[in-house]
């Protein structure tokens, strides 16, 4: 079974300064997809970034950017020019390529934005 | 609809009650998730549905769970004899197809007293 593991559960940058929050992940699979969600006081949860395991390059949506190590099992979310909106709890997921679609989620790190 | 829509948004019910949660997926999305998320932790997976076939159930933690999708769009999650350990956020989403991204709920917020 796969498993994603968020060792942050806090985390606090300044306004407009970058911030890097850690997930590693293990699976023996060799295709599979990685996300980045967030979750804000509302409690929706929103899809920020996706990675193709099968893609070298990584993934970049606006401010928010990922650094994906497929041989060591780690896919980091660097957010940049943090803003007070980006305040809320982020959630890494893992799904498979094939067989069971869900995703299995870390346990999510909490990033507070200071001003 | 526009996005999915789950209902209740909040449901406080006794112990020993059976309550019915539905998700209304988006329109034509194939695939349907049941999560539920305790406070402080990531979702963990329920079941899923493709169309109206139950594909997975190996999350529903014990028989008093049950889901179903009778005609590929609505889904309802059932708890029956409600325990106040079944207190949490349960989430639904839908994807198009088994590629695509999940979109996900509001939520229903179960609290049982």
């Known amino acids: 079974a796969q498993t994603v593991t968020q060792s942050q559960p806090e985390m606090s940058v300044q306004e407009a300064e970058t911030v890097t929050l850690s997930c590693t992940y293990d699976?023996?699979?060799?295709?599979?997809?990685l996300f980045w969600y967030k979750q804000p006081p509302s409690r929706q949860m929103i899809l920020v970034i996706r990675?193709?395991?099968?893609?070298?390059q990584n993934a970049t949506e606006n401010r928010f950017s990922v650094n994906f190590q497929k041989a060591a099992k780690s896919f980091s979310l660097k957010i940049s020019d943090s803003q007070l909106g980006d305040a809320a709890m982020y959630f890494c997921?893992?799904?498979?390529?094939?067989?069971?679609?869900?995703?299995?989620f870390g346990s999510g790190t909490r990033l507070q934005v200071q001003p | 609809g526009a996005g999915v829509s789950q209902s209740p948004r909040y449901k406080v019910t006794k112990r020993g009650q059976d309550v019915a949660l539905r998700c209304d997926p988006i329109?034509?999305?194939?695939?349907l998730y049941w999560y539920r998320q305790a406070l402080g932790q990531g979702p963990e997976f329920l079941t899923y549905?493709?169309?109206?076939?139950?594909?997975?159930k190996s999350g529903l933690p014990n028989d008093r769970f049950s889901a179903e999708r009778p005609e590929g769009s609505i889904s309802t999650l059932t708890i029956q004899r409600t325990e106040q350990r079944d207190s949490a956020m349960y989430r639904c989403?839908?994807?198009?197809?088994?590629?695509?991204?999940?979109?996900f709920g509001q939520g229903t917020r179960l609290t049982v007293v």
């Open positions: 989403a839908s994807t198009r197809d088994s590629n695509t991204e999940a979109f």
């Open positions: 699976t023996s699979e060799s295709d599979y997809y």
């Open positions: 990675q193709e395991a099968y893609k070298q």
């Open positions: 997921a893992y799904r498979s390529a094939a067989g069971r679609r869900a995703l299995t």
């Open positions: 329109s034509g999305h194939v695939s």
């Open positions: 549905f493709n169309y109206e076939a139950q594909q997975d």
